[in-house]
């Protein structure tokens, strides 16, 4: 072969094998400690990986406390930032896992997103909450802070029931976002042109007005009771967070982010005590859908006379009251339906508000992880088919506190949380972790964060889902369309 023929050859597959190596550290830095299969062999049904990489936004805006709990994990290393959205100095920074972080900030312009590399990524946990003993926002509000992405639910109330209703949209990423806003509501759809083509610049927050400006869907809204409001990014992603007030010191909450739409959810945690508890439903599909309800408190799963079937029509938010079937108990709701549904609680009690979500089981590779525990503090935990064991660790500077907790078939069980060394609601921030333990049934918790009394009583209900320690990969093989997304 002539000698320059043979150098172009050479150059040729060097250029495609450089493509190949460039294009497997891009994957690597895209999943983290990921590895592939051997040349030729696809792994079946891929495999799971650590995850080493997390984002999260908290809103910010409202000033309250911003904490943070990282997972104990025998391997270490990375690193916790949480820094204004805008770009500036680290609010706080921590290297080791198992450590917990809170710190108190000042109503601002600004939101703040943690950025988490290395194994004590796995499983972070991030909330902010707000918290008004006075005054026309009296209310205690918390949520978890917003991972992006790019279609998002929420459910709560519309504009008829609330005060003001503001979503926060939250670009954490170098290139723009757009976002598109639709809404169902006891009526109906809520069709309209506006809202559509929401821009959001780079490292900013855009607060939108649901109900009060063409962004947040206009005039149309106006008109609605309940809303299911669906947050979709056509280009980019973004993290949301939506604040309701529902009037002068008559509440204030973050409404939960919903799971997506399934045909079989439990919505756990909703509050005892008295006040209005009702469930939200929500058809996002044209078709109506049938609902079989159960009720599961501490004495049992039962279905609730005149309930036990619902209803429900396509692209509507439907509203149940269940003050009777619960009596004032704290209680699960588990739904079976014949087509895809979102599902909610809202309830009041003393001078507040609180929203809560169905969420999925934990699992002993995701357990629950919760941040912010400052005040009287009680975890819900519900075992729908089967009895379940879990191991609840307290954890802040002074070491950490476990203790199990058995939960029947069938039942829930409420047990209220403390601090290594202290005593329920004395103020002393801690940290608390849910780790189902093996051979346990499924499992679904919330977390209620109360203070007060009487008409003076304030809570918030914070739904707890399964932490995010691993990330399924799909399968590979020696190609290079293996390793490039379809």
């Not at 079946?44 to 908290?58: L, S």
């Not at 900030?105 to 939101?111: H, I, L, V, Y």
């Not at 976002?179 to 490292?203: C, I, K, M, N």
């Not at 007060?452 to 691993?470: E, Q, R, S, W």
Request: glycine share 14%; with cysteine; aromatic share 4%.
């Amino acid at each position: 072969m002539d000698k320059a023929l043979m150098d172009k050859v050479l150059r040729l597959l060097g250029m495609r094998y450089a493509t190949v190596a460039l294009m497997l550290v891009a994957v690597a830095a895209l999943y983290g400690a990921a590895s592939f299969s051997r040349p030729g062999e696809a792994s079946e049904g891929g495999r799971d990986a650590p995850v080493t990489q997390a984002v999260m936004v908290c809103p910010g805006h409202e000033g309250g406390r911003l904490a943070i709990q990282s997972l104990p994990q025998k391997r270490g290393g990375g690193r916790v930032d949480m820094a204004p959205t805008k770009g500036g100095s680290p609010l706080a920074s921590m290297t080791s896992s198992g450590q917990g972080w809170g710190k108190d900030t000042d109503s601002g312009e600004d939101s703040y997103t943690l950025r988490a590399t290395g194994a004590i990524a796995g499983g972070l946990d991030a909330e902010q909450t707000t918290h008004w003993s006075g005054g026309p926002d009296r209310g205690l509000a918390g949520a978890r802070c917003a991972t992006p992405g790019t279609d998002l639910w929420f459910m709560g109330p519309g504009p008829v029931a609330a005060d003001e209703l503001d979503l926060y949209l939250t670009n954490v990423d170098a290139q723009p976002a757009s976002v598109d806003l639709t809404a169902l509501s006891g009526e109906g759809p809520l069709d309209t042109t506006e809202g559509r083509g929401t821009p959001v610049e780079p490292y900013t927050t855009r607060i939108i007005k649901i109900g009060a400006s063409a962004e947040g869907l206009g005039d149309i809204v106006k008109t609605a009771t309940d809303l299911a409001l669906r947050v979709h990014a056509t280009s980019g992603r973004v993290a949301a967070s939506l604040r309701v007030r529902i009037g002068e010191k008559k509440g204030i909450e973050w409404l939960p982010q919903s799971a997506e739409p399934a045909t079989s959810l439990l919505v756990p945690g909703v509050p005892g005590g008295s006040g209005k508890r009702r469930l939200l439903v929500s058809v996002p599909g044209e078709a109506d859908a049938q609902i079989r309800v159960q009720v599961i408190t501490a004495d049992g799963a039962f279905a609730p006379q005149g309930q036990d079937v619902l209803d429900a029509p396509g692209k509507t938010v439907t509203s149940v009251a269940l003050d009777g079937a619960l009596s004032g108990k704290t209680a699960a709701v588990r739904l079976v339906a014949d087509r895809p549904v979102l599902a909610g609680f809202a309830a009041d009690r003393g001078a507040d508000v609180a929203y809560g979500a169905a969420t999925p089981p934990l699992r002993a590779s995701g357990p629950g992880v919760v941040a912010d525990n400052r005040f009287d503090s009680s975890i819900v935990l519900t075992a729908p088919a089967g009895a379940a064991t879990v191991q609840v660790s307290t954890m802040n500077a002074q070491g950490g506190a476990p203790q199990e907790i058995k939960i029947p078939a069938g039942r829930t069980v409420e047990t209220k949380l403390t601090a290594p060394g202290g005593k329920a609601g004395d103020g002393t921030a801690f940290g608390a972790v849910i780790t189902p333990k093996p051979g346990s049934a499924p499992v679904y918790a919330s977390r209620t964060l109360a203070t007060g009394k009487g008409d003076d009583y304030l809570f918030t209900v914070l739904p707890v889902v399964p932490a995010l320690t691993t990330l399924h990969l799909p399968d590979t093989a020696d190609s290079q369309t293996a390793l490039t997304p379809g």
